[in-house]
Nanobody, 121 residues
């Protein structure tokens, strides 16, 4: 059973930083690749970043490369998204999800309630 809870969102000014967390209360976290997605008002959900089950492989959408870092701590059943140099266009609700090991952009629909990130200019 996978149960994901996102946290860490907030309101920051452009150029600021936030670290999002996604905790999984299930027993199989360490065997799953994980991803972060976001959805801005009026827009479709967008893949942001993915990480393999060991943490060794990561993948990012071009718009966040060099600014965001995904990581995981399997001992804590948690995946993180460190977001630096935030821009107003990063404003969205951010979700984590289990993703396909062979395609990090393919979420499997386990996302939680999400966490709101608002970046003001």
């Amino acid at each position: 059973q996978v149960q994901l809870v996102e946290s860490g969102g907030g309101s920051v000014q452009a150029g600021g930083s936030l670290r999002l967390s996604c905790a999984d209360s299930g027993r199989t976290f360490s065997s799953h690749a994980m991803g972060w997605f976001r959805q801005a008002p009026g827009k479709d959900s967008e893949f942001v970043a993915g990480i393999g089950w060991t943490g060794g492989n990561t993948y990012y959408v071009d718009s966040v490369k060099g600014r965001f870092t995904i990581s995981r701590d399997n001992a804590k059943n948690t995946v993180y998204l460190q977001m630096n140099s935030l821009k107003p266009e990063d404003t969205a609700v951010y979700y984590c999800d289990v993703v396909e090991a062979s395609d990090y952009e393919a979420g499997m629909g386990y996302w939680g309630q999400g966490t709101q990130v608002t970046v003001s200019s």
